[in-house]
């Protein structure tokens, strides 16, 4: 190996991770804005109503996120082995699997809105405001899919400045419309939801606008009557991916729900307390994912021209750097951590409550970076069999450990939830060196 490489490999990971971090922060602020713009008003309830109605809209769509993910890494792959016609069938195959999905969901409000809500165990005017923001976030899931895929579309060929200008082009509308919903026009609950449905509809058009004028927009629209796009054997390849990364996902955002229904049980200071740290805990989770999304295009690429030595150095790059990251932003965290608790409420229970559990907001950066990584490494290397088995193993344990640890309230709520990435890291490089032999076997 040529042993200047790391500088440039280096260098390459921080051309796609910083403008990831940029576009993941910006998304991150779709949930801060909101969760600051409710608490401005004082009131407990609507804002464990608005931190139970986000995470109801999280569990929903985030099982579907494998759109983007599988929609970067196959993007990815083809671009590594210089395959232009298998760029435009993934935009192609990925869009029809985000319309009829988000078609099946319309179709299964009536029930599916009701059953989730009941499930969180909201009560009283909790479930009622939080069903008013769900019934009205509920009608922007097929936007909200179909911006997953041309997202996905985008990174998988490194355009990831033109994704991070939509973003802050689309959150900062977000931002002025809460502040006008809720606080100039004091709809509540019901503005912070008609926000994000807006914000959502402006984002689609303006990556619709991205992606029409890129070169690969007519491969796709010509693959979409082309037989070889709907062939079996593509076709199985394509649904055993989004199979195993939807699996995954919804072991993920099990543990999320199981998360946010623990704080609903223990009453709505404690829920609304969690809703703020699992906000901070998102942003830090937003800008350490730029490192994950640098991993999925840089090795799905690698994975592609079938370069091993490249691939290892991409590894180890992306964990030294998101490591160093995850110090830093642990390190902010500990310093400015008693000024954001208060800034994102001013009732003094929940502020207080806040304050309490914010230690462990500090600690999940540097216990979570290296699953963030990995997480990149094996969705851009195809790896999503053995990605989906480490997952479960990670959730059977979590569960064990949120039994062992009930008694400690929700101390031990946190302490499993922190454990739980740190196992899901774990088995991921116990796996990590067996993978790597056999996809480079031939090579």
């Known amino acids: 190996m040529n042993p200047r490489q790391p500088v440039p490999i280096a260098r390459l990971v921080w051309a796609i991770a910083l403008p990831a971090m940029a576009t993941n922060v910006a998304t991150a602020l779709f949930g801060l804005a909101d969760m600051w713009a409710i608490g401005r008003l004082g009131d407990a309830s609507a804002q464990g109503a608005v931190e139970l109605g986000a ?12 759109l983007r993910t599988s929609t970067v890494a196959l993007t990815a792959q083809a671009a590594g082995s210089r395959d232009d016609g298998a760029r435009g069938q993934t935009l192609t195959r990925a869009m029809a699997v985000a319309l009829g999905i988000g078609g099946l969901l319309i179709l299964a409000m009536p029930w599916a809105v009701p059953f989730g809500l009941d499930m969180l165990e909201a009560q009283g005017k909790v479930m009622a405001d939080a069903r008013a923001y769900v ?5 922007a899931s097929p936007v909200w899919l179909t ?3 041309l997202v996905g579309w985008l ?6 400045r033109q994704v991070l200008a939509v973003e802050v082009i689309a959150n900062a509308a977000h931002i002025g419309l809460d502040l006008l919903l809720v606080l100039a026009i004091h709809w509540g609950v019901t503005g912070v939801a008609w926000a994000t449905f807006g914000s959502e509809l402006l984002k689609l058009a303006l990556l619709g606008a991205v992606v029409a004028r890129h070169p690969g927009f007519g491969e796709a629209l010509s693959c979409a009557g082309d ?6 054997d593509a076709l199985a390849r394509f649904f055993a991916l989004n199979r195993d990364l939807f699996a995954r996902t919804v072991l993920l955002t099990t543990a999320l729900l199981i998360f946010a229904r623990s704080g609903a049980q223990a009453g709505p200071v404690t829920l609304a307390a969690n809703g703020i740290l699992f906000q901070l805990f998102m942003l830090s ?4 994912d730029g490192f994950e999304s640098a991993a999925q295009v840089l090795c799905g690429e690698a994975i592609g021209a079938g370069n091993r030595k490249r691939m290892e150095a991409i590894i180890r790059a992306a964990l030294a750097w998101g490591g160093a990251t995850g110090m830093v932003v642990t390190l902010l965290y500990a310093v400015l951590g008693a000024p954001l608790a208060a800034w994102f409420s001013t009732d003094p229970q929940v502020v207080a409550a806040t304050l309490g559990y914010f230690g462990w907001v500090i600690v999940l950066p540097l216990v979570g970076v290296a699953s963030f990584v990995l997480d990149g490494v094996f969705v851009g290397a195809g790896w999503t069999r053995a990605m989906l088995g480490t997952m479960s193993v990670a959730m059977a344990l979590y569960l064990l450990l949120l039994w062992l640890l009930h008694p400690l309230g ?5 302490t ?3 454990l739980f990435f740190a196992l899901r890291a774990l088995g991921q490089f116990l796996v990590l060196p067996r993978l790597t032999r056999r996809s480079f076997s031939a090579s």
């Open 155 to 160: 990174i998988g060929q490194r355009q990831v």
């Open 55 to 66: 995470k109801y809209m999280m569990g929903l769509l985030n099982v579907f996120n494998f």
């Open 416 to 418: 499993a939830f922190a």
């Open 410 to 414: 929700n101390h031990g709520l946190w």
């Open 135 to 139: 019934g009205i976030r509920y009608w």
């Open 285 to 288: 989770t937003m800008i350490l």
């Open 227 to 232: 037989r070889t796009t709907w062939r079996r």
């Open 147 to 149: 911006n997953c895929v």
